[in-house]
């Protein structure tokens, strides 16, 4: 839901102030565009607490989370949201990253939680995209656009760290998050993946992606 929200947001922001056009590649930012990063994970609680601070995020994730994140969410590695896990939070906002303290506890306890960030450009000028790429399709195990795969197949024509991707259905271009399939992977830094497993109907519909760098190679 926050998901949703926060790219709603920001393409109202983006349609009340459309960017300078130039030469080259179109300059938008679609609302649909998925710019959450992956879930990171990087402590348990078994110490003082369970870190997952910015500060210790980016230095032992270079180049995964951007200068200036507009959103963090954090969850239990069972599900719960902040607000459903009930806890006392020292942090939790998109400066200083999350950081729950036993201490703070009545049982002394926290959960252990993940954490991922949300990259919305100020404008669409710096944003550079790819063409679309549709390595897969869904006829085996699902349909697989991860990042490596295609950075191995396309060498030298997607930027080493996306800061955004996209995703929509080959035949009519729907975007990936109105077909009501379920993603495995979507995410910039992992790019995108859709197991048939995980689907209600037991096949992925097939998908296209492509990325946003800062500068394209
Ligand atoms: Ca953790
Ligand atoms: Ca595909």
Known sequence: MINQLSLTFAAVLLLASPGPSKAGPPCEIPYHVQAWTQWFDRDDPSGSGDWENLADLRKENPGKICRDPRDIEAVTLSGLSVGQAGEAILMYDTTSGFVCRNIDQPDKWCN?????????????ENVCWTKWYNRDRPSASGDWETLNDLQKEYPGQICAEPLYIEAVTTDEEIPAIRTGDNFYRYSPTVGFACRNQDQTSGYCKDYKVRFGCLACP
């Open 112 to 124: 252990d939680y993940k954490v991922r960030f949300s990259c919305a450009p100020d404008t669409c």
